[in-house]
């Protein structure tokens, strides 16, 4: 999948939490998959719901007169106009039906320049502007950049083989990193090649840190959009509104094939290698549910919990697990997702009263504190106001 955004408006959370929620006393394997397929579709579906964004926004007042860029400009004068305070030139366009702006060629030309047409400035023209032409010149270029083996991976026109070889590229270009091993399973479980991939699990084992390079492509999509004629304010909201994670959509079929190679290790009487296997799924999930505070999009998070209890589900639930059960685990994930989910549903009414300034420090506090952070924020700052 390679459409996944990271929206930073509180409403897209309600979409993946749908998909999450499930009874934690249904825990049958037909349940578990039904969540598991309704998961991937609204992934799929998250990309289409930037196209809609107009309408959760619609309570948002500014003012709609754009200066840049030229072409949401023009759409933007023949669109009914909003009353009240200003608003940033972006936040006015996506409130009246526009998409994310993509950047043209003239657009990009100066901030290729400045960066001298180097792997991070390649990357991030062919993001935000979908000219695959950049993305060839990265991979001719920048054979050992690891941010570069990362996007081809995901080429939608990528044969077999070639993906096999820019996922050895990105292991080989971030040793350190987890999420190439990963991968890299994945790959093999689906070609068949079940050994290969419990090789890739024990090399992922062994290391602590994963790394999908998200702060780094926010900020390096901020500087283009800068570049391009952007406000600081327009670019800081492109910038957060605009990076895909197409590798979340990746993580839940992992775990359920790590499940699978547990199962079989179980019945073959290696027990030892069953528990392995199903505790690199968990610390992938961790991973993903990073503590509050760490620059992490809640999508992630509530993915990361997904992973965790499919591991979970996997097991006897009376079987001790850390300073409880299984089950209790369990009820601790669950509960944290559905106070996710709560932190939204009250946040949800008061977005129609966010100004554009409010936007702005919303996506401030997301990326320096997390998306926890700004909700809570935004219940904090708008519960307190009275009623009309």
């Known amino acids: 999948m390679s459409g996944t955004k990271t929206l930073s408006t509180v409403t897209v959370l309600l979409i993946i939490g749908a998909a999450l929620i499930i009874s934690s006393q249904h825990r049958s394997q037909t349940a578990l998959r039904d969540e598991n397929a309704s998961l991937r579709q609204n992934l799929a579906q998250l990309a289409l719901e930037k196209n809609s964004l107009s309408n959760r926004l619609a309570g948002i007042r500014g003012d709609p007169d754009l200066t840049a860029p030229a072409s949401p400009a023009q759409k933007i004068a023949d669109s009914k106009q909003a009353e009240g305070a200003s608003g940033t030139n972006l936040i006015a366009w ?27 400035s390649l990357l991030t023209a062919y993001r935000a502007s979908h000219d695959s032409s950049l993305l060839d010149e990265a991979m001719e270029k920048y054979t050992n950049n690891a941010e570069v ?18 996922l050895e590229a990105f292991k080989k270009a971030a040793p350190e990193n987890t999420l190439p091993a990963f991968l890299s399973a994945l790959d093999y479980f689906k070609a068949g090649q079940t050994d290969q991939a419990a090789q890739e699990l024990t090399a992922a084992s062994s290391r602590q840190r994963f790394n999908d390079y998200t702060a780094e492509r926010i900020q390096n999509f901020e500087e283009a959009y800068r570049a391009a004629g952007y406000s600081s304010g327009d670019a800081k909201i492109a910038a957060n509104w605009g990076v895909a994670l197409p590798e979340l959509s990746q993580m839940k079929p992992l775990a359920q094939e790590i499940v699978a190679l547990a199962s079989s290790y179980r019945q073959a009487g290696d027990e030892d290698s069953a528990q392995a296997a199903l505790q690199t799924a968990m610390n992938l999930g961790k991973q993903l549910d990073a503590p509050p505070g760490n620059f992490v999009p809640l999508i992630t998070q509530l993915v990361g919990i997904a992973v965790q ?80």
């Open 94 to 120: 996506m409130m009246h039906g526009g998409e994310m702006p993509t950047l043209t060629p003239d657009q990009l030309k100066a901030y290729l320049e400045q960066n001298h047409r180097n792997a991070a």
């Open 309 to 388: 209890r499919i591991v979970l589900a996997s097991m006897d639930p009376s079987s001790p697990y850390g300073d409880g059960t299984v089950q209790q685990q369990i009820d601790q994930l669950t509960q944290r997702r559905n106070s996710i989910q709560d932190m939204v549903k009250q946040s949800n009414p008061f977005r129609e009263q966010m100004t554009s300034e409010d936007w702005l420090t919303y996506n401030e506090r997301t990326r320096n504190f997390g998306e926890e952070n700004a909700i809570s924020w935004l219940l904090n700052k708008y519960s307190a106001k009275p009623s009309n």
């Open 149 to 166: 083996a990362f996007e081809a991976i995901f080429k939608k026109d990528a044969s077999p083989a070639e993906k096999r070889q820019w």
